[in-house]
């Protein structure tokens, strides 16, 4: 069944922090997603020789999983305008699956004490809580801190994220079939041919209007609605007629106190998987109507690639940067139109439009479903 239950306070985004292929920053990120310039290449990290498929989306720069999730929280608090002790009194979220370079060590003993780890490292005080539900792993936590801010019971709350390609998931993923042996990923296009991995590093602090305001800090956006659906069609793929994820997005617009005509861009799941894809372009038609073939539509994931756990939040930063510049994320790796696929897609790049209202989903394996909706702040 669908969340939608309201909240008591408006909440916003006041800070957020990114590492992705693109580059560190948001400002690379930016440039990629606007233009549609693909972020994917050779797999360096680890030997591909014997895969299917050889492609993913890596930053050679990174050291640590942990070290680079102190990074962006600390980055994310300083854009937010808070000092080290406010920062260090946030509660944080969590979303990730492991240290790549430690998956299989004695030290590791699972994403509590990779969380405690990096709260430590960020000079965090209180217990963390950690998410590993897949590809909704970080747009749940969003979810969460949304509804403690709301609540009033966090003023503020700092959801970080983290995934670094690793051998074990590129191994998983590409005897499965899933991962595209063309070398892009082709989000609702004839010829797609499955996602590719990719980094990323995330950070955001979710905070009370009040506080933003009393601190006479800035918003970087609202945080307007948010929705959570299962349907529990199958293990690993989709319900055809999309209706968990048709549910999770009426839930975000009746939070939000919004309808289809107000939203004008969707960042969609768009992992270039066949089914998949379909699935997602049946729920944009059951929740959207008419106006599914309207709004502009892409998925980032053409991009950046898909992090997993960490991928939802990478995908609400790029959403909020579509907000905020008001330009739109190209669909990059289009090849020509599925008939599955009846969406306005967004092929061209720097594409400007005046969105005041944006929609991020995120589907996960299981029948889990997520809608993050912000606005310009």
Known sequence: MAESAGTASPVVISGLAVLSACG??????????????????????????????????????????????????????????LTPAERADCPLLLAAHAEPSGVRSAAYQGAGALAAAVAAGAGLRR????????????????ADAATMVGSGRAERVVVAAGYLVDADYFALFDAGGALADDGRVRPFSAGRRGLLL??????????????????????????????????????????????????????????????????????????????????????????????????????????????????ALLELVATVLAVRERRLPVNAGFLGPDEDCPLNLVREPNRETPTRYALSLNSAFGGANTALLVGAA
């Open 127 to 142: 217990a963390p809580r950690a998410y590993t539900a897949g590809c909704v792993a970080a747009s749940s936590a969003v």
């Open 198 to 311: 990719g980094d990323a590093v995330v950070a955001v602090v979710v905070e009370s209007a009040a506080a933003q305001r009393n601190r006479g800090a800035r918003a970087v956006a609202e945080l307007v609605g948010w929705g959570r659906a299962g349907d529990a069609h199958h293990v690993c793929r989709p319900r055809p007629d999309g209706v968990g994820l048709a549910r999770a997005i009426r839930a975000a617009l009746d939070r939000a106190g919004l309808t289809p005509a107000d939203i004008g861009y969707i960042n969609a799941n768009g992992a270039g998987s066949v089914m998949a894809d379909a699935a997602e372009s049946a729920a944009l038609r059951r929740a959207f109507g008419d106006r599914a073939t309207e709004v502009p539509v892409s998925s980032t994931k053409s991009v950046h690639g898909h992090a997993l756990e960490a991928s």
């Open 24 to 81: 560190r920053g948001t400002e690379p990120l930016a440039a990629a997603v606007f233009e549609g310039v693909p972020a994917f290449g050779s797999v360096t990290r680890f030997d591909v020789s014997r895969r299917r498929a050889t492609v993913a989306a890596e930053n050679p720069l990174v050291t640590s999983l942990v070290e680079e999730l102190a990074l962006v929280i600390a980055d994310a608090g300083e854009r937010a305008g």
